[in-house]
């Protein structure tokens, strides 16, 4: 039997790969960028941009986790970023022949999104647009992700303004009322086209017991929690969307570290699988490690190609 065939489609584009990078890993400068395009990943993503370039929060800001046999990640970045024009200028030299490029948007204000929306049209770029709804709402108010109303809006507004199709990322939810009100929202949106679940489990804290401590500085040692323990949530997350929107495409993001995570994801119903925690402690050539990790599973399970087991989870 000959090697499994690992390419695949995003809204009709061909990847070599499903495998890219989860925004906010490996994708804030132009360097970054240039050794993701020479990756074995077969699309990639930059940094959530805001108007104007930010230094972030102070460090230390990410932390790796170990546990007995566990690998994760605590971060609160604070949205470190070069500034929107920077990755659209990116975007304007992008080899959009090797593989796609996501421009992941995450502006502080809804006019603030709006302008970076309307720039990003304005450049007539073959660059995918993807919306963080984690991003940061009106003071004292949860983000939009969690706040149905503003999430409504912020949708509905950048929907009007781009014209053309586009993502969102969204953090995990934990109640099927929320899966069924986010999915309704996403569906009355013709020109949404995908959904990347999920962001990082918010506001986890982990502690240091020897130090009686916080592990990282902002914001009291409370950050987005990544690797391990969020796999589970992440696989319900793109299980949940891809049964709730029919004709969306889903894009996991939570805990890959393994050809067997990538398989999990796929199954789920995702069509692309990205890599954070395990990017970020191994470096690009995770890519290929995933890679050769899943086609040796497919291999065993005697499927040749992805499109023989997306989305075919079976229920007990
Ligand atoms: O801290 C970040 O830059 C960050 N970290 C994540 O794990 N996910 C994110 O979406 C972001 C950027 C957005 C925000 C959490 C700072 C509002």
């Known amino acids: ?88 200028d990116y975007a304007a030299q992008h080899d959009y022949e090797q593989k796609p490029l996501f ?19 304005d450049a007539v770029l073959p660059v995918q647009l993807e919306l963080n709804l984690s991003c940061p709402n009106v003071p004292g108010k949860a983000q939009p992700a969690y706040d149905f109303a503003a999430m409504d809006e912020l949708v509905t507004e950048v929907a009007s303004a781009y014209r053309r199709p586009f993502g969102v990322k969204l953090p995990p939810y934990f109640d099927f009322a929320h899966f069924d009100a986010a999915a309704e929202i996403l569906n009355r949106h013709d020109h949404l086209a995908w959904v990347t679940c999920i962001n990082s489990v918010g506001n986890a804290l982990v502690i240091d017991t020897a130090n009686e401590s916080t592990v990282i500085r902002p914001k009291d040692g409370f950050g987005g929690l990544g690797g391990d323990y969020v796999l589970p949530i992440a696989l319900a997350n793109v299980n949940a969307f891809h049964r709730r929107c029919p004709g969306k495409v889903i894009i996991g993001c939570g805990g ?3 050809g067997e995570h990538v398989f999990q994801h796929l199954l789920a119903g995702a069509t692309l699988v990205q890599v954070g925690t395990a990017l970020y402690e191994e470096g690009l050539g995770v890519f290929s ?28």
């Not at 502006?107 to 049209?121: H, K, M, Q, S």
């Not at 490690?289 to 007990?316: C, P, V, W």
């Open 256 to 258: 890959v570290r393994s």
């Open 1 to 88: 039997m000959s090697a499994p065939d690992l390419s695949t489609e995003f809204l009709s584009l061909p990847l070599a790969n499903p495998l890219m990078n989860a925004s906010g890993v490996w994708c804030t400068r132009v360097a970054e960028l240039e050794a993701l395009l020479d990756s074995a990943a077969g699309a990639m993503v930059t940094k959530s941009c805001t108007l104007t370039r930010r230094d972030g929060n102070p460090e230390p800001r990410y932390r790796t986790l170990t546990g007995p046999g566990l690998a994760g990640s605590l971060n609160s970045m604070g949205l470190p970023n070069e500034g929107h024009g920077y990755y659209l």
């Open 289 to 316: 490690r995933l890679n050769r990790e899943l086609a040796r599973l497919m291999e065993s399970k005697g499927y040749s190609r992805i499109a023989d087991f997306q989305g075919a989870l079976r229920t007990l």
């Open 103 to 121: 421009f992941s948007v995450s502006g502080l204000t809804l006019d603030d999104n709006l302008t970076i929306v309307a720039a990003a049209r």
